[in-house]
């Protein structure tokens, strides 16, 4: 056989055709209630969960205080502790009364006033004034309990201290970008990239998986469009599925969750419609290689998900990982998405943070698309 009888001619480009592909999937994207869940449903559920369910905040913590000397210093320290609005304190005369609460986690820490409490501050020694005993099993809340507790004690301390001369410099915190420390505002604009990541990746590696499943994938194949026809249509109604998402999914952080939007709202369409290449173009790829929907579904969550959930920055600091997984961060798109969101929310246009990570963004997004284009080529010959 010659070899012109063997290599077909090129297809060309035809936007008609490309329309009628995209109003096909459009019509069978709508009419799939599964994929409107995922869509429209699911960002609002996992906005909810993160915003009220997931809180790295340290407030209301439980601890107790073991009062065992009955002197009046004592008692005013005791006092400090339950003026505290970050923890909720119960009092108590024995340390075991307090130590089983503990192991059961009903407390997180306790604080021990000693009986030779007054002794203790007559002395102004080294000798501690008090013992805090905190639930290592939860080291931030453990730390947050022993440095706030330290921090009343100073304070308590300070101002008995009537004599003393006023500090000549005083120090007052300032937190940019999130005055207030709430994690709401932190975790929520990262909440937004794990859903484009849902719909970008699972979505559609689910969804072409379940053409190739049934068989209707080879008859769309062997219609005269093209190959970039064909992935161009069957991606487009989703592309506009995850910027509808995106829309909503802002609006309740905004107006629901009452997170700033200091950034524009065309910085943060730009910003969702290059994450959609690579999270669109991983998920045809996953499912040009896995043709049967459990399997794209078990890919695309081992490495669409759960990538970006864990090593985006979502909710683990990158700089604190070890190098090795600093490196894989790097090909992961949800980290430059994760990054720019919580700009474009928190501290607002901010380019030079916005340039690199679409940069990065849009040449993974090639690369998946370059795999994934091959890839179907050798499944229509």
Known sequence: ????????????????????????????????????????????????????????????????????????????????????????????????????KLVSGELRGYVVIPQDFERRMAQRGTEPLVQIVTDGSYPNTANYVENYARGVVQTWRAGLDVAAAPQPVVLEPRYWFNPELESRRALIPGAIAIVMTIIGTMLTALVVAREWERGTM??????????????????????????????????LAVFVFGVPMRGSLAALLLLSAVFMVPALGQGLLISSLARNQFLAAQIALFTGFLPAFMLSGFLYEIDAMPAPI????????????????????????????????????????????????????????
């Not at 008609?16 to 699911?42: M, N, Y």
């Not at 609002?44 to 009046?72: I, M």
């Not at 469009?225 to 989703?238: D, F, H, Q, R």
Request: proline share 5%; glycine share 4%.
């Open 326 to 381: 600093r490196t894989i961060t790097r090909v992961v798109p949800a980290r430059y998405f994760v990054d720019s969101l919580k700009t474009v929310f928190l501290a607002g246009d901010v380019w030079a943070v916005f340039l690199p990570n679409l940069a990065a963004m849009a040449a993974i997004g090639a690369l998946f698309f370059v795999i994934a284009k091959r890839a179907t080529r050798k499944n229509l010959e």
């Open 1 to 100: 056989m010659s070899s012109t009888a063997r290599d077909p001619k090129p297809r060309r480009f035809d936007l008609r055709r490309l329309l009628a592909l995209v109003t096909k999937e459009s019509h069978q994207a709508l009419r799939d209630p599964s994929t409107l869940l995922i869509a429209f449903v699911l960002p609002v559920v996992l906005l909810l969960l993160f915003a009220y369910a997931v809180s790295l905040d340290a407030r209301n913590v439980r601890v107790g205080v073991v009062l065992e000397s009955p002197g009046a210093s004592a008692q005013s320290l005791a006092a400090a502790f339950s003026g505290t609005r970050f923890l909720q304190v119960q009092f108590a005369h024995d340390r075991r009364e307090v130590a089983d």
């Open 218 to 251: 080879e008859a769309v194949l062997s219609t005269p469009a093209s190959v970039a026809e064909i992935l161009i249509g069957k991606l487009l109604p989703y592309f506009a599925l995850g910027m509808l998402s995106t829309l909503g999914a802002a609006a």
